[in-house]
């Protein structure tokens, strides 16, 4: 029985098939020249990439190719490396390279990697500079996310507990290098940002590790970890290794620390600065309120002043009723004077009036023995003894006879 | 009895810029500044002016006591807590 014929496209097919569930053909670096270099209208790139052993046709199609068409071109003749996918094209019966990323060879395979992945997440936008939201400026809460045993760790929140202790740190321990390093990072930085309720969650988050070889950073250029910081709801500040160290999570951090503890001066503000700050406030609001009190001193003089000049005089009126008081104090002394006087004439006069003075001019006063005055004759009968009084003083006496018409007693007062 | 030209009761104006129970530091601080602010500007009556200074220094002394507080705490949060 001669062998089934089978079509061709059924052979193809199986070849097209084949390298397709090959993952090494998928994703692969191949190095080589660069000949047969084409260029169609629609922007794609033709090239045939060849060594001493070899010859290999590749495609860099336009959507891919933008740097090397337009900024970097590649010439005939150039060794470079490029990355992609071995492909079968049924419809030619040709083998091809689909090439998604090419560049000069002479760069290490890393560097190369790291070329090739910088150039598809900045086309994807993860390192939109317009996406790079700002850092709290007083953080409520900080998170760290580096391994345990770092010096990383330590760094970070040594600097932390200087600048701003008022912070509390939520820190997730995690391994930073590494296989399973990039997954971790990735989890550990959902798990702050998106598991957690939105109160309980930090509000800015430092992801980071200390200084080592470009292997040692490697996990900070794999996907899962900056899928997870592109996705992450609060701000993400990266610190991996040195100051020279670029790595990929640097680009789509909100942030970019060249150091660990640099990472904790960005996050923290200084506690005696912000004090400084807060005493100035104080000053600033104690400065303006002694004004607006001075303005309302002023204000009140001011209108006691107007007061003053609109009342009645008042000085003018005491000094008037000053005035007035001394001339009633001088007529009451001078009434009171005349009154003294007039009294001492009264009592002049008085006294003229009273018997003593008539006994002082020679008079006698004859009254009865009781005492009585006897002021006319009939007042005394003959025999009754009676009382003579002269200013010098006085004689009892009998009445011996009464003879009317005569002067009383002929006896009495006869010797005046 | 308030009109538009009335000036804002003194005590309205203070309540605007009170303080929280558990207001964290940055509320603390930019109320803070809004107050200090407030009085720069000028426009204040007496009442006014004095009203806002009470509630500035308050403020200001949370702000200090927040400052000066205590040391940093730090939570673990462990692989596969929540």
């Known amino acids: 029985m001669p062998p089934e014929a089978r079509p061709v496209w059924q052979v193809t097919r199986y070849l097209r098939e084949l390298l397709e569930r090959d993952t090494a053909m998928s994703d692969l670096w191949i190095g080589g020249e660069v000949s047969n270099l084409t260029t169609s209208s629609a922007g794609h790139i033709y090239f045939t990439l060849k060594d001493q052993g070899g010859a290999l046709r590749c495609a860099y199609f336009r959507n891919q190719n933008v740097r090397v068409r337009l900024r970097e071109p590649m010439r005939n003749g150039d060794a470079v490396i490029v990355h992609g996918k071995i492909e079968f094209y049924p419809q030619g019966g040709t083998l091809q390279c689909i090439v998604d990323f090419a560049q000069p060879a002479g760069v290490g395979a890393l560097q190369a990697e790291f070329e090739r992945r910088r150039a ?209 104090a001088h007529v009451a002394h001078r009434s009171a004077r005349e009154a003294r006087e007039m009294t001492a004439g009264l009592a002049a006069r008085v006294q003229a009036l009273s018997p003593q003075a008539t006994l002082q001019r020679g008079y006698a006063l004859v009254s009865t023995a009781a005492g009585a005055p006897a002021s006319r004759a009939a007042s005394v009968a003959a025999g009754e003894e009676i009382e003579v009084r002269w200013a010098d003083g006085s004689r009892r006496a009998t009445v011996s006879a009464t003879a009317t018409g005569a002067p009383a007693g002929g006896g009495v007062g006869s010797d005046a | 009895m308030t009109s538009a030209t009335d000036p804002e009761p003194a005590d309205t104006l203070q309540a605007a810029f009170a303080l929280g129970d558990d207001d964290g530091f940055e509320a603390v601080y930019s109320r803070l500044d809004a107050v200090a602010k407030r009085l720069e500007e000028g426009g204040l009556t007496l009442d006014q002016t004095l009203a806002l200074y009470e509630q500035g220094i308050a403020l200001s002394r949370r702000a200090q006591a927040l400052l000066d507080a205590a040391e940093q705490s730090i939570e673990v949060l462990r692989q596969g807590g929540e």
Not at chain 1, 131 to 137: A, G, I
Not at chain 1, 309 to 322: E, F, I, N, S
Request: glycine letters at 6%; charged letters at 30%; proline letters at 8%.
């Open chain 1, 120 to 328: 598809k997440f900045e086309e994807e936008g993860l390192f939109d500079p317009a996406r790079k939201r700002e850092l709290p400026r007083f953080p409520r809460k900080i998170g760290v996310i580096t391994s345990q045993t770092g010096a990383a760790y330590h760094d970070i929140t040594t600097v932390l507990a200087r600048r701003w202790p008022l912070a509390p740190i939520l820190f997730r321990p995690t391994p930073v290098q590494g296989d399973e390093a990039p997954v971790e990072v990735a989890e550990a930085i959902r798990s702050m940002g998106l598991r957690l309720r939105p109160e309980a969650r930090p509000d800015v988050v430092i992801v980071g590790r200390g200084g080592g070889s470009a292997e040692d950073l490697w996990a900070f250029n794999e996907e899962p970890v900056l899928r997870a910081m592109f996705g992450c709801p609060v701000p993400v500040v990266s610190a991996v290794g040195h100051e020279t160290d670029v790595t990929l999570a640097d680009l789509v951090a909100d942030m970019r620390a060249p150091t660990p503890s640099a990472a904790a001066e960005l996050v923290a503000p200084d506690r005696e600065e912000v004090t400084r700050a807060v005493r100035a406030l104080e000053a600033t609001m104690y400065a303006r309120s002694r004004q607006r009190t001075g303005i309302a001193r002023d204000a009140t003089h001011r209108l006691a002043n107007r007061v003053e000049r609109l009342l009645p005089d008042t000085h003018g009126w005491r000094r008037r009723v000053t005035a007035h008081a001394d001339g009633m």
